[in-house]
């Protein structure tokens, strides 16, 4: 820290109780001057010798016979006040960072100027500040803190001024010629570390971070901090990422940790102007300054202490530039009053539109991107499941309604979801949550997921699945037979293997399942009305099927009678009549199942109309 020692007379000041200080001298006070709660008492040579103003205030005091000066709102208060008088007596005192501010305004307040006395204490400040203070780091960060609580004193005396000036240009200084100490208490990348004391000056130089500079400043109060990040933005040398993990860091040191604390009374005024200046200040580069975490963070807390609509718009649009980096634990914003749900559904459904408009734009820009977007572009396949898992787990919320439910899904694109096994772990979470849904609020639920892009574990956690809409599980067993088809027919003809490989899926699924989805339909009407006429009891029978390597699976009572009724259309090819026997046995017996082999060779020679089915 720098400092500087004026006057060589010792300190002759007393300290005489709690509310006075006199001058040890052969000579008797004439002059007793009260500044705040503190009463000096001084001789008025030496401070008339120097100061202008107590010039004025002795003449009026003699014209009203009066001892005594009351100084009324003195800038620095009794300790700058006998810092000016010691300097007035010639006594030592010494500056420094903490101090100058204080005396350079309490010897403005004196008219301690040089038209006085050829050196005045103004005189000698300004060379301390223009040639030590300034040109220190922390020392002017210092300066800049203590002129805080001299304002406007400090303000006009262009203290405040020079010292963002000065700090923000050192922030722009190559770190390579960075020779001053600075604190850097977080943990440093293999390639900022010093090794050893022994390394060579230069390699010490070099290793200098970029960001260096950002936990000094993280002591300043908000306005100004603002103050300096706009200074340091506005001299153009600074690269954003830097930018951002300054705001990163300010806003750990500053904003708590705990919900509670975040909208007490005591705190939200803070907090929220905090937010505020932060996002003001945050880089004007698309977002490529800040992590999304980080300004997910940011919106929780403008959502909780409530500031206004547009820095949060401004938050959401950041948000959605980078929201294939988010996590589902970022995108939990708890919900405010008068929302009843845990989590803020609404504002996430804003970042997904905002990204979605984002890239659509990004589309019509590039025609020939949507092609191979699913292959090439991965953050839209991160945006898809992040909002299935987002799904899953707000989906344990009682209170989120099923139009914020479907309406979230559907907010994303198709290409996002290549899979759907992730929808379909939210849906089957917010049908076991919600369980006085009504049958058409099932159907339309489930209506949001593609059986055919189910996995083989999904689908059959599907097939037994009883939350399920009936329509939904004889979707899921027929495309699952369907495929398993396909799939022995693939490895008994390497002719049709080749011709499925160069098909696009669409083709694929069209010759596959030309003539079984309209067989499909009449059996699916057939199930339904016997769902609907409440059979709760049939007669079950047994079907025997040759397998042809696809394994066999156990499936349950009501899964089994809506498979013996597709058998025929997912393996007959034509060659089988569409027809099932009808089973028997209870289909709430948690026990009944059968084992269900695929058949996908051609039947036997025995015409379909002469072939029985056993009947138990």
């Not at 002059?31 to 205030?57: A, C, E, R, T």
């Not at 260096?212 to 300043?220: G, T």
């Not at 009374?265 to 200040?281: D, P, Q």
Request: aromatic share 6%; charged share 25%; glycine share 6%.
């Amino acid at each position: 820290m720098k400092f500087m020692k004026l006057g060589s007379k010792p300190d002759a000041f007393q300290v005489d109780g709690k509310c006075i200080r006199h001058v040890t001298s052969d000579l008797a006070t004439d002059i007793i001057i009260k500044v705040g709660d503190l009463k000096f008492y001084l001789h008025k040579f030496p401070l008339l010798s120097k100061s202008n103003h107590m010039q004025k205030l002795v003449q009026k005091a003699s014209e009203d016979n009066c001892d005594e000066i009351i100084m009324v709102d003195f800038p620095g208060g009794p300790n700058a006040f006998e810092i000016c008088a010691k300097f007035c007596y010639g006594m030592a005192v010494t500056l420094n960072a903490y101090n100058v501010v204080a005396a350079r305004c309490a010897a403005e307040y004196l008219e301690m100027t040089e038209d006085v006395d050829r050196g005045n204490l103004i005189f000698k400040i300004e060379v301390f500040l223009n040639s030590s203070i300034f040109h220190s780091w922390k020392d002017s960060i210092i300066v800049l803190r203590t002129a805080k609580s001299l304002l406007p004193w400090s303000e006009n005396l262009k203290i405040v001024g020079r010292c963002i000036d000065s700090i923000a240009s050192k922030t722009s200084v190559d770190p390579a010629n960075i020779t001053w100490s600075y604190t850097y208490n977080r943990k440093l990348s293999v390639q900022d570390k010093i090794v050893g004391d022994s390394m060579k000056l230069q390699e010490k130089i070099e290793s200098v971070p970029k960001d260096w500079w950002v936990e000094d400043i993280c002591e300043l109060e908000i306005d100004l901090y603002k103050r300096v990040m706009t200074a340091v933005k506005s001299k153009g040398r600074m690269d954003g990422a830097v930018i951002g993990e300054a705001l990163k860091t300010y806003a750990v040191r500053w904003l708590p940790d705990s919900v509670d604390a975040l909208v007490s009374g005591v705190h939200s005024w803070r907090n929220k102007l905090l937010v505020e200046t932060i996002a003001c200040l945050l880089p004007s580069d698309n977002g490529v300054g800040c992590s999304c975490s980080f300004l997910l963070k940011l919106l929780k807390v403008a959502v909780l202490a409530g500031i206004d609509d547009s820095s949060k718009e401004d938050l959401v649009k950041r948000i959605s530039l980078k929201l294939h980096e988010a996590s589902v634990k970022d995108l939990l914003i708890p919900a405010r009053s008068p929302q009843t749900t845990l989590y803020d559904v609404g504002m996430v459904q804003s970042i997904v539109n905002q990204y979605m408009t984002h890239e659509q734009r990004s589309q019509d820009v590039e025609p020939g991107k949507s092609a191979g977007f699913v292959l090439g572009h991965g953050s839209l396949l991160s945006v898809g499941k992040l909002i299935d898992w987002y799904l899953g787990e707000i989906a344990h919320d009682q209170n989120l309604s099923l139009t914020s439910f479907i309406d979230l899904s559907c907010s994303v694109s198709e290409l996002a979801r290549p899979v759907h096994d992730g929808l379909y772990k939210a849906i089957d979470i917010y049908l076991k949550e919600h369980p006085s849904l009504t049958k058409a609020e099932r159907k339309k639920i489930c209506g949001l997921m593609d059986v055919k892009k189910l996995t083989m574990e999904a689908s059959m956690h599907a097939a037994q699945n009883d939350r399920l809409p009936l329509r939904v599980v004889v979707q899921v067993l027929f495309f699952e037979q369907v495929k398993a088809a396909t799939r022995a027919q693939s490895r008994n003809s390497d002719a049709r293997a080749t011709c499925v490989s160069k098909m696009s899926p669409d083709e694929e699924w069209d010759k596959t399942m030309g003539e079984d989805c309209r067989s499909l339909k009449k059996k699916m009407s057939e199930v339904e009305t016997n769902e609907d006429g409440g059979q709760k009891n049939s007669k079950m029978g047994k079907k025997k099927s040759r397998n042809s390597k696809s394994g066999v699976q156990l499936l349950p009572s009501r899964s089994r009678r809506i498979f013996d009724k597709l058998w025929v259309v997912g393996v007959g090819k034509g060659h089988v009549d569409n027809r099932s026997s009808e089973t028997s046995g209870s289909s709430q017996s948690p026990s009944s199942a059968v084992v269900v082999r695929d058949n996908t060779t051609k039947s036997s020679g025995v015409p379909s109309r002469h072939r029985r089915h056993s009947v138990s």
